[in-house]
């Protein structure tokens, strides 16, 4: 398949022409049922809906169509939060992928302020991940590991019973599913491109580093600014981005450097 491809278009359109069984991983990051419309002083996208049920079902649709695109060793990562994330999981994953598919939920878990006065501030996004075939997906956990901490490395050294080597600084450890090393990114990021829920770049290249290789087709059909296609990009992935808005396609040609779709 040719690589690299660019549509502004609704992604349900693309997403049933393009051949099936042809991309390594997916990400989407959609509109989370937030009923209102997000905005920066540059660019806005709309998430109003008129109920749960459309909005469940409008999903789902887009889900089964990418579900027939991906290989069979392919994942899907799915970023939402506490809008529908029980809903998403339950009435659309676990109906198209299957209960057994499910691979893990990736919490990330953001500092910021909360201006709630009557609840708990909501401080994470939830990002499902699932295979297509839960023995054949590709996870590369030597890419993502982190360091560990000075004081757990001094800890090992000193012979601590429940160290059973002495760790050094070359030494990583699996990040774990609650991610707080991640900060969103502001509007005076030196990543922003000012593009409203716009996702940092590091949270989608431990995605992709752990879930495919060089080489391999990334498909994100809510594109955005394009954090994912430019993540793939910097990481040698290929990359293929739906977006249907005119404002967010152009932003992504600018970010990825391309004259014309
Ligand atoms: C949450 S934003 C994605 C942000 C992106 N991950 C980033 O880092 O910039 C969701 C995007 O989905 C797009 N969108 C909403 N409905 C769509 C549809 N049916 N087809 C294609 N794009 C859609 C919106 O225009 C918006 O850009």
Known sequence: M????????????????LPPESIDVVYLDPPFFTNRTHSTAQHHF????QNLSTYIRWLYERVAAIHKLMKPTATIYLHC???ADAYIR?????????YHNYLNQIVW?????????????????????????PNKYHF???????????????????????????????DGKNPGNVWTDIHPVQGNSRESWHYPTQKPEK????????????GDVLLDPFAGSGTSLAVAQQLNRHWIGIDESQEAIALCQKRLNICEV
């Open 203 to 214: 949270l989608l290249q431990r995605l992709l580093l752990a879930a495919s290789r060089e």
């Open 81 to 83: 939060d506490w809008h």
């Open 109 to 133: 878990h953001y500092v910021m302020g909360s201006s709630a006065q009557r609840n708990w501030g909501r401080k994470y996004d939830t990002i499902y991940w699932y295979a297509k075939n």
């Open 2 to 17: 040719p690589a690299n491809q660019l549509f502004c278009s609704d992604n349900l359109m693309v997403l049933q022409q």
């Open 90 to 98: 339950v009435e659309i994953l676990d109906k198209i992928f299957g």
């Open 46 to 49: 709309s998430d109003e809906w």
């Open 140 to 170: 590369d956990l030597a890419a993502i590991k982190t360091p560990y901490s000075p004081e757990t490395i001094a800890r090992s050294q000193r012979g601590e019973a429940r160290y059973k080597t002495q760790l050094t600084e070359q």
